[in-house]
């Protein structure tokens, strides 16, 4: 079992409409969850963390940690083609002092 | 005024070659990493170093070597490079002393192509 998994993508929507991208984890030691954007040919970007269960608001984007399912989604609301990118979830087990990342889901947010 | 730089950009080497890529972070952060990404966009931790100091060495094959000079600098040297070793690095830098939240700031990358 891998570590960090994602949903397998690619994941198509139309603009407009609320992408959701989905992450689980087995270390239940992990106390940090980011999601970083990664275009083709970049760097990943951090878009948003989160560390208590529950939800996260910045703007369009929304994060939520269930711990006890170790599970951390992020939904994008009002999505648009810029939005159309490589979205990686990470885990962070602060005494390991490293973040391990999922294989990531590509979005295609089509016009 | 870049965060995370790392040179080169681009390497194409053969095989059997030795290399060094070198990264500067700006952000007065204590810990620095580095990561390999496959063509399938999996990204894996290689080495980690916070105040000069080795802190996570994954499995890796010993023909790679870091070094951090001081806490801004990190640097990787690849000896006898392999087809298999092909692939984008990307140095990180983060301040974790505290704080569980410090993301990760990524530089730009280094594409290793080796024929």
């Known amino acids: 079992q891998k570590e960090v998994e994602q949903n397998s993508g690619p994941l198509s929507v139309p603009e407009g409409a609320i992408a959701s991208l989905n992450c689980t984890y087995s270390d239940r030691g992990s106390q940090s969850f980011f999601w970083y954007r990664q275009y083709s040919g970049k760097s990943p970007e951090l878009i948003m963390f989160?560390?208590?269960?529950g939800d996260k608001e910045d703007g369009r984007f929304t994060a939520q940690l269930n711990k006890a399912s170790q599970y951390v989604s992020l939904l994008i609301r009002d999505s648009q083609p810029s939005d159309s990118a490589t979205y990686l979830c990470a885990v962070k087990n602060t005494n390991a002092g490293k973040s391990t990342f999922g294989d990531g889901t590509t979005l295609t947010v089509k016009p | 005024d870049t965060a995370v730089s790392q040179t080169p950009k681009y390497l194409v080497t053969q095989m059997g070659n030795d290399k060094s890529i070198k990264c500067e972070q700006n952000?007065?952060?204590?810990?620095m990493y580095w990561y390999k990404q496959d063509s399938k966009k999996f990204l894996k931790i290689m080495f980690s170093y916070n105040n000069k100091e080795l802190i996570i060495n994954e499995t890796v094959p010993n023909r790679f070597s870091p070094k951090s000079p001081d806490k801004a600098h990190l640097n990787l040297h690849i000896n006898s490079l392999e087809l298999g070793d092909s692939a984008v690095y990307f140095c990180a830098s983060s301040q974790v002393g505290s704080s569980y939240n410090s993301p990760l700031h990524f530089g730009n990358g280094t594409r290793l192509t080796v024929t």
């Open positions: 952000l007065g952060h204590d810990t």
């Open positions: 989160i560390y208590s269960n």
